[in-house]
């Protein structure tokens, strides 16, 4: 099923995310739900807080960039449990943008590098490096499993000024192609 997206200003946005085990009930149709969730809202990558559930789970699907970024079109990846466990290289700016953000895309900067150990849906433990653009993604749907978001990231003057536009965000004020739920909405 398609879940309405968590737009900024909702608490579980902000929680840190709770591993999970391999009884965790329905897991097959979490990420099922994850992914035809980011295929609705035509993002790159979507963590499950932003559909309500702190656990410690993110998927991306690089394929809508995969025209001008030819490594992305199949990368199509699960990451359960996920550790980055080292980030390095020089720091790269880049615009982002997050579907519980809309409209809105800032340039944030970001080490160039990762090590992550993640397992997979067939719970496959993985240990592997990323750099460019997947580490870009890969960091910023991570940062969504300790409540971290990519507006957190910005300069300080940048964050002065983005604090009525967030505000006016998390009341509803924007447009969005995708169902949504605002803080004080209950989810499910
Ligand atoms: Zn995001």
């Known amino acids: 099923m398609v879940y309405p997206i968590v737009i900024y200003g909702h608490p579980v946005l902000r929680k840190v995310a709770e591993e999970i085990d391999r009884d965790y009930p329905d897991l097959e149709q979490v990420i099922a739900d994850l992914f035809e969730t980011l295929y609705k809202s035509e993002g790159l990558g979507l963590a499950a807080p932003q559909i309500g559930k702190s656990i410690r789970i993110f998927v991306i699907d690089g394929k809508p960039v995969g025209d001008d970024e030819p490594g992305l079109a199949d990368f199509r990846r699960v990451f359960?449990?996920?550790?980055?466990?080292?980030?390095?290289?020089?720091?790269?700016?880049?615009?982002?943008?997050?579907?519980?953000?809309?409209?809105?895309?800032?340039?944030?900067?970001?080490?160039?590098?990762?090590?992550?150990?993640?397992?997979?849906?067939?719970?496959?433990?993985?240990?592997?490096?990323?750099?460019?653009?997947k580490a870009r993604i890969i960091q910023h749907e991570y940062d969504h499993l300790d409540g971290i978001l990519f507006t957190d990231k910005v300069g300080p003057l940048?964050?002065?000024?983005?604090?009525?536009?967030?505000?006016?965000?998390?009341?509803g004020n924007f447009e969005a192609d995708y169902k949504t739920i605002l803080q004080g909405q209950k989810i499910k």
Do not use: F, Q
Not at 91 to 114: A, F, K, Q
Not at 158 to 171: D, F, G, Q, V
């Open 80 to 133: 359960i449990n996920a550790h980055i466990t080292e980030k390095y290289g020089d720091p790269e700016l880049m615009t982002e943008g997050c579907l519980s953000i809309p409209n809105l895309r800032e340039e944030v900067s970001r080490d160039s590098h990762i090590k992550i150990n993640y397992y997979d849906e067939n719970w496959h433990i993985h240990n592997e490096e990323y750099d460019g653009y």
């Open 158 to 171: 940048r964050k002065r000024l983005l604090k009525s536009k967030l505000i006016a965000i998390s009341r």
